[in-house]
């Protein structure tokens, strides 16, 4: 399911940190009440701008929270103007994090991803249904040590979902994720 918080209330040009704090505030609410799997959908749409330190205090302390306080919940942003997206791009470049972005039906990641996870990432996001490490071993010609790796370091930053399944034989074995869009 997918919960919209849209930025263009808090205005056209977003600056500060203190600003950002209290849209940080309402925003934890929003997940807070997200179930697992669950997607809140950042909407840029209308902000011609926001600065750095704004970008900084609201994206990366709400995603740096995920692992932690939202797991298993997705945060997503769409509709970033060129300067939005510049700014946010540093601000999680600087903090080492990256987050979902989407653009219509397609998903990338914007920030700071080496390429094999975002490699990984986008092989989870076009499947129809999660995936297990050996299917992503197999698809991404990878060892399965490599390929646990990187769904753990994705997992770790909130860009993939990890549940509990049971194999045909059996077996406990997890199963990966990531946001399921309303379109």
Do not use: C
Not at 4 to 26: H, I, M, N, S
Not at 102 to 116: C, D, E
Not at 148 to 167: A, F, P, Q
């Amino acid at each position: 399911m997918e919960k919209k918080f849209p930025l263009k209330k808090y205005g056209k040009q977003l600056w500060t940190r203190d600003l950002a704090k209290k849209v940080r505030a309402e925003l934890t609410k929003l997940l807070e009440g997200a179930d697992p799997g669950d997607a809140v959908i950042i909407d840029a749409d209308g902000v011609e701008v926001f600065d750095y330190s704004f970008a900084n205090e609201l994206f990366g302390k709400t995603l740096l929270s995920l692992p932690n306080e939202h797991l298993g919940r997705f945060l997503i942003v769409e509709n970033l103007s060129p300067y939005t997206r510049e700014n946010l791009d540093r601000a999680l470049e600087s903090l080492s994090l990256a987050m979902i972005e989407r653009k219509g039906r397609k998903v990338n990641l914007i920030g700071k991803i080496h390429q094999a996870y975002l490699e990984t990432f986008i092989l989870i996001a076009k499947a129809k249904e999660p995936m297990i490490a050996n299917t992503v071993k197999d698809l991404l010609n990878i060892n399965v040590t490599a390929a646990n790796e990187r769904l753990t370091k994705l997992v770790g930053m909130g860009l993939l979902r990890r549940e509990r399944g049971i194999s045909d034989a059996g077996r406990e074995q997890y199963l990966y994720s990531t946001a399921q869009f309303d379109q």
